[in-house]
């Protein structure tokens, strides 16, 4: 049986039944690639994670599942050990029986700027398009949603965000393996959000009009993305690495940005934060040992990439389909 089934079933009777129709082949092709190399050994950490009661669920302030009593100390350390098997950590923070995973990323940092300018998610059916290990997926649910699919095409993330659910098994919350090129127009969820993925998409205004593509009409579409100072022509494609990221194609402004949006039929954009990421918001810790935002900046002046472009700054849009 497919690891996906539970999936299969909650759509089976929503509004998201026509994703049946080119999911399961697509998740099957994935499931017969993956099984093997670092998946397999992942795998292997989500089969082993220890088996504890289920009764503590924190997701409005944070996400934290399980007290620490509910363990012994020895399933704890082996609880650590198996994680840790997992890492790099980036987007979190999750504690799991008083374990904290201490992510590179204090995500819950960007979940407070987006929350207070978003409709309520109360029985809404909502997508997170490159959702990482699923951090605000569980936001998401704490805030009422009905039904929560991230999708993003790691494969460590996805074994990241099993690990997690295993101490809360959801059967609302899913992480999809798939990217948003592999979805079909959906035209269903009320709330699309989409952080941190358009600088990576070499044609961001295809992008945009994907993430159209998957909201009902009068949808919301909340969209988080690094943007620069200037006028609605101001874009930025840097020449080679934006803070050493060799993957990021188009720096808009936010002039730009909602000029685009615009052209792809969204209606009332509006930029609600604006803030530039801190040192303290992205991090190396014992959970992310690779270089981290301190290394990609310029060290004698820290408005500035160590490649000389402007240092990060990210918007938040909130606009309608
Ligand atoms: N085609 C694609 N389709 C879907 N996802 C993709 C695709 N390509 C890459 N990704 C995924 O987009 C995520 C971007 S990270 C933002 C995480 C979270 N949203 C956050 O706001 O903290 C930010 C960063 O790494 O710069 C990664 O998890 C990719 O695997």
Known sequence: MSRFQSFYQQIAGNKLLHWLETLPAQLKRWEQD????????????????????????????????????DLSDGQ????EALLRQLMPWRKGPFTLH???????????????????????LKHRTVLDVGCGSGYHLWRMKGEGADFVVGID????????????????????????????DEMPQLKAFDTVFSMGVLYHRRSPIDFLAQ?????????????????IEGDEQAVLVPTDRYAKMRNVWFIPSTAALLLWLQRVGF????????SVTR?????????????????????????????GYPAPLRAVIVAQA
């Open 76 to 79: 704890k350390q082996r609880l």
């Open 98 to 120: 008083g374990l904290t995973i201490d992510t590179e990323w204090r995500s819950d940092w960007k979940w407070d700027r987006v929350l207070p300018h978003i409709s309520s």
């Open 279 to 307: 040192v303290d918001e992205q991090r190396k810790t014992s959970w992310m040992e690779n270089e981290s935002l301190i290394d990609f900046l310029d060290p004698t002046d820290h408005s500035k990439t160590i490649e």
């Open 34 to 69: 993956a099984l093997h190399g670092d998946f397999k050994q992942w795998q292997k950490v989500l089969d082993h994670l220890p088996v504890a009661a289920k009764n503590h669920v924190e997701l409005k302030q944070k996400v934290e599942f399980g007290l620490p009593e």
């Open 267 to 274: 209606n009332n954009a509006k930029v609600v934060d604006l």
């Open 211 to 227: 993430l159209k593509q998957q909201l009902r009409p009068g949808g919301e579409l909340v969209l988080e993305t690094l943007v």
């Open 153 to 180: 095409p790691s494969q460590l993330f996805y074994c990241q965000f099993e690990a997690i659910k295993h101490f809360h098994p959801d059967p609302t919350v899913h992480l999809l393996p798939i990217g948003i």
